[in-house]
């Protein structure tokens, strides 16, 4: 499925994105002997490499061609050696373009389910009588109104400000039992790395699913045979070039002859701290902060699921995790600011520091003269006992964050694939 991400140079937003599908996949896979889930992946469009058929599935002789994609290309293809091979038999009566679909891989089986189709609206039903004309009409105002208001608030895709980030509602379709898979692992479509999921008559189903990187691929490979990640790192090449300028970018910002090792974006998003026992989503500040020109932000609410074990992982409105035994570790301290700061504070690394850099017109008293840019909260590099890139979590395609472990036991990871990719070259 086309992710709605938006990466650039100074700015990450992930408030658009729906529910990660691992999360909406759990509530699904629930059969006897189902075991745990292995990787869930949204798709819409898909297309065959069959012989004897058409890229869209019909016969050479019945016209047809190319789907209707956009231009990132399908999601899945389907490819076998004959029509009516096992793939295609699993596939070909699916439309190859619909609203969302999910597929879920666990060590039973691999499931496709697909969004409900709505109930008909009440004035769509026929209707008998005088009261049940009026009920029905009071129904469509009472729509309207609410329709009315909804218009009037932001949207972030199907995201919504100040509601919680709900999940959709889906329905097994299909599904091609484990028995009947001999095969998954990373492998290349022409240039393309996809995920290969091979079945026992030589068919099968190359996922895509927005992965772009090898070692997408991979880690979606390991978690397909229950194994780690083949790699802690995430080499993330889609987003180099905007790496590399981030990081120019922020040598601008720091001292002269400080060399900047990671340069991170601002990040659209909330903070979550695991303190102890305690769940703080969203963060609130625990030590002082200073006063800043920030409005409250009018985001979509933390989804219920991410009150649950790495449920915040799924979640397009958190931005930022924090794991500490106490208020004044390093990590709590960092949140603390990305949390006030409402995300807007971008983190740099230096070979002298480790600061957090924003807009000086964002303080309240700020200093005079006024430079551009000021640095908020400053730890020397001593504290850091790590950086690492890596993927967290069971959605595909995987989402490449930043970890920064410190000596005080405490970690931070950040939603930043900029980050990540400077961390991983490193």
Not at 16 to 34: C, K, S
Not at 105 to 128: K, N
Request: hydrophobic residues 40%; neutral net charge; charged residues 20%.
């Amino acid at each position: 499925m086309r992710t709605s991400m938006s990466v650039g140079v100074d700015t990450t937003d992930f408030l658009a994105d729906p529910i990660g599908p691992a999360t909406v996949a759990r509530a699904l896979v629930h059969q006897p002997g189902e075991g745990r889930l292995l990787w869930a992946a949204y798709a819409t469009t898909h297309c065959f490499d069959i012989p004897g058929l058409n890229p869209d599935g019909t016969s050479p002789s019945h016209g047809g061609g190319l789907p209707a994609f956009d231009e990132d290309g399908p999601d899945l293809v389907v490819w076998g050696p004959a029509p009516d091979c096992l793939a295609h038999r699993y596939v070909r009566d699916i439309p190859s373009a619909s609203s969302r679909r999910l597929w879920t891989l666990t060590p039973q089986r691999l499931a496709l389910h697909t969004a409900l189709t709505p109930p008909p609206r009440e004035e769509d039903v026929p209707q008998a009588g005088f009261l049940a004309k009026a009920a029905s009409g009071l129904a469509k105002i009472g729509r309207e109104l609410a329709e009315r208001v909804s218009e009037h608030r932001l949207r972030f895709g199907a995201n919504v400000a100040d509601e919680p980030v709900a999940l959709p509602a889906l329905e097994p379709v299909a599904e091609i039992p484990r028995s009947r898979i001999v095969g998954i692992e990373a492998a290349h479509r022409g240039s393309a790395p996809v995920l290969r999921l091979r079945l026992v008559d030589r068919s099968g189903i190359d996922f895509l699913v927005g992965m772009t990187d090898l070692d997408e691929c991979e880690y979606a490979a390991g978690l397909s045979n229950g194994e780690p990640s083949l790699r802690p790192g995430a080499r993330a090449e889609w987003v180099a070039k905007l790496a590399e300028k981030s990081r120019m970018l922020a040598e601008r910002l720091v001292g002269p002859g400080e060399q900047v090792l990671l340069a991170g974006t601002a990040n659209h998003g909330y903070a979550g701290v695991q303190l102890g026992r305690e769940l703080r989503l969203p963060h609130v500040p625990i030590g002082r902060m200073p006063v800043l020109n920030v409005p409250t932000p009018r985001w979509p609410r933390p989804a219920a699921t991410s009150q649950q074990s790495s449920g915040w992982l799924d979640d397009p409105t958190i931005a930022f995790w924090a794991q500490a035994d106490r208020a004044d570790r390093d990590a709590v301290v960092l949140a603390d600011m990305l949390a006030h700061t409402r995300g807007v504070a971008r983190l740099v690394v230096t070979r002298a520091r480790l600061a957090l850099v924003a807009a000086t017109k964002l303080l309240a008293t700020p200093p005079d003269p006024v430079p551009p840019l000021t640095t908020v909260l400053e730890l020397p590099p001593s504290r850091i006992r790590g950086i690492v890139a890596e993927f967290a979590g069971r959605s595909l395609p995987p989402k490449p964050l930043l970890r920064l472990d410190f000596r005080d036991g405490s970690t931070l990871r950040l939603r930043d694939p900029i980050a990540a990719r400077q961390a991983a070259a490193l």
